[in-house]
């Protein structure tokens, strides 16, 4: 069998530069123009580990990692190697009535990692991971609500929507699922909701993507206790927290005791290459969802298991425990909020550096200077949001370095860098920030001119 007349090298080379115009014409035309606005419209050309490069061979620091996806960094030898060789391999993949062998060992190993839990549904997407969740608890508890917090950010499909906690992600959508938020944090919200008797689960981030806000203290082994006590289930969204990123496995397990009942994963397991997401439980709830051979298919995912995702899966395990991945961002990120944490007296601008391992926040605040005063007050009226949309810009457009806005109308920068970066990026990282927060102190400049614009703009789209 032959390709016939297809070259993905020649497609690339003779219409990859129309990209933005073929995202403008056939895809999200909203996308290409937010691009073009703040000046993020670059052409990058290839990519490793931390780091990528544009057509002129300039070096772009990333402290994004694809939202997370990237967690060992892009094209890592090792995970590359497993796709090839599963390719080579030409197994009869999803035939659907045979039981091939990765899927198993990919759990197998993921459960290594999770000792309280049993089993495994494969996805393709940590929102997959999520709806598979919700529908576990609420079948093997025979009730309809869920608990969720404030903030939350669990996915954008239907059911994991009825447990976001933004309300822009949300209208337009309705009805949803029945569910009630409470704020992250708040035992005593939660137990009222749990007198009520219908609720299933208890769904929630250790630490909020949105604004990178840690549950209190002990609040996660209070809540299991509440929910076992009513007959609910504990659910841990580490979508985005989890394989590492904070400096444990699971982020859950900086609290001593905390035992979920289900865990949500994505994003890292996947390398970087294909989507896969997952969804671990207990043996009791597995058994209830599929208590006979009528229900073997009662939930189930076409793509789910594929060999590419479970070699892929396999080969990121393995490179974590042969690099000691989760020390290293342990260590990592340690270093890099100390060092950002050294800046805050230095910069009335700047309030707070909190978060674990290589999830960081960074929150800007109103400054005591009557003459920062002023030109915050200006940005806040127009669009809260705008100072941290000032930071992000000139990081990338100045000292290549790429950053997000964790959330829209947050004054909070969200470095997820991937898990690779080392101390030399933590060097570039606070050398750039710290020559942004000079500028934005000095009162005057291109960034000011630029929150200028972002004004302009916040106030023609009221």
Known sequence: MTGGGFDLRALLAERGGERYELHSRYLNPQLPRMLHTIGFDKVYERAEGAHFWDADGNDYLDMLAGFGVMGLGRHHPVVRK??????????????????????????????????????????????????????????????????????????????????????????????????????????????????????????????????????????????????????????????????????????????????????????????GYVPIGATLGTDRIFQKVYSSMDRVLVHSASFGSNAQAMAAGLAVLSVMEDEGTVARARRIGDLLSGRLKELVPRYELLHEIRGRGLMIGIEFGRPSSLGLRGRWTVLQAARKGLFAQMVVVPLLQRHRILTQVSGDHLEVIKLIPPLVVDEADVDRFVTAFTAVMDEAHGGGGLMWDFGKTLVRQAVAQR
């Open 82 to 271: 497993a796709l090839h060789d599963v390719l080579d391999a030409g197994l009869a993949d999803l035939t659907r009535f045979d039981c091939q062998p990765l899927p198993g060992l990919l759990a197998e190993r993921l459960l290594a990692h999770s000792p309280h839990l049993d089993r495994v549904f494969f996805g393709n997407s940590g929102t997959e991971a999520v709806e598979t969740a919700l529908k576990f608890a609420r079948y093997a508890t025979g009730r309809p609500r869920i608990v969720y917090c404030a903030h939350a950010f669990h996915g954008l499909t239907a059911g994991s929507l009825s447990v976001n906690g933004e309300r822009g992600f949300r209208d337009g959508f309705a009805p949803l699922l029945p569910d009630t938020a409470i704020a992250l944090g708040d035992l005593d919200a939660l137990e009222r909701e749990l007198r009520k008797g219908d609720v299933a689960g208890f769904v929630v981030e250790p630490i909020q993507g949105k604004g990178v806000h840690e549950a209190p203290s002990g609040f996660l082994r209070a809540a299991q206790e509440l929910l076992r006590r009513h007959g609910a289930l504990l659910i841990a969204d580490e979508v985005q927290t989890g394989l590492g990123r904070t400096g444990d496995f699971y982020a859950y397990q900086h609290e001593e005791g905390v035992e979920p009942d289900l865990v949500c994963v994505a994003k890292a397991l996947s390398g």
